[in-house]
T-cell receptor
């Protein structure tokens, strides 16, 4: 089975940094995805990690440690438009399993 | 490049009625997925097609849900009869067919069963 855990909610101030942690226990591993989902909209792809280490893409970075079953998504220079749910998803063989998502609220 | 298209965007039905959702994937994408997303949860895979063949339907409630992908392009997901607990957003996604390729999601259909 798959077990993917991430915090339910986080709040941060505009311009600040927020780190969303994701831990997973899965029977197999072919990579980890992060998606952003605004309320009432479809998930949109943010990042993909398959090797250990940090992947940086503009204001967003994602880190993976396969030995620890751990990933985080780092959001820098927060903007109001970053208020959304962030979904951690583990790819096992051909199947993507999602966590419940972390709702990030950015306050002015 | 056009994204994944879905219709309708919203649907309200009474329990025991039938409903169907339609999805048109990104052109050239061999793999198509249907997910169910209940409020406050992450998407759950219902069924995955590779071209017009089923790869995984282990979490599809087959007594009431069915899906097809004729000609390996468009797909329809049907619920008959609907139950209250089927109220959710039904998301369609597609990818190129390579295992590690990104899945791109459509806008979803929000189903409310009364």
């Amino acid at each position: 089975g798959q077990n993917i855990d991430q915090p339910t909610e986080m709040t941060a101030t505009e311009g600040a940094i927020v780190q969303i942690n994701c831990t997973y226990q899965t029977s197999g591993f072919n990579g980890l995805f992060w998606y952003q989902q605004h309320a009432g909209e479809a998930p949109t792809f943010l990042s993909y990690n398959v090797l250990d280490g940090l992947e940086e893409k503009g204001r967003f970075s994602s880190f993976l440690s396969r030995s620890k079953g751990y990933s985080y998504l780092l959001l820098k220079e927060l903007q109001m438009k970053d208020s959304a749910s962030y979904l951690c998803a583990v790819l096992n063989d051909y199947k993507l399993s999602f966590g419940a998502g972390t709702t990030v609220t950015v306050r002015a | 490049e056009a994204g994944v298209a879905q219709s309708p965007r919203y649907k309200i039905i009474e329990k025991r009625q039938s409903v169907a959702f339609w999805c048109n994937p990104i052109s050239g994408h061999a793999t198509l997925y249907w997910y169910q997303q209940i409020l406050g949860q992450g998407p759950k895979l219902l069924i995955q097609f590779q071209n017009n063949g089923v790869v995984d339907d282990s979490q599809l409630p087959k007594d009431r849900f069915s899906a097809e992908r004729l000609k390996g392009v468009d797909s329809t997901l049907k619920i008959q009869p609907a139950k209250l607990e089927d109220s959710a957003v039904y998301l369609c996604a597609s990818s190129s067919g390579i295992i590690t390729d990104t899945q791109y999601f459509g806008p979803g259909t929000r189903l409310t069963v009364l």
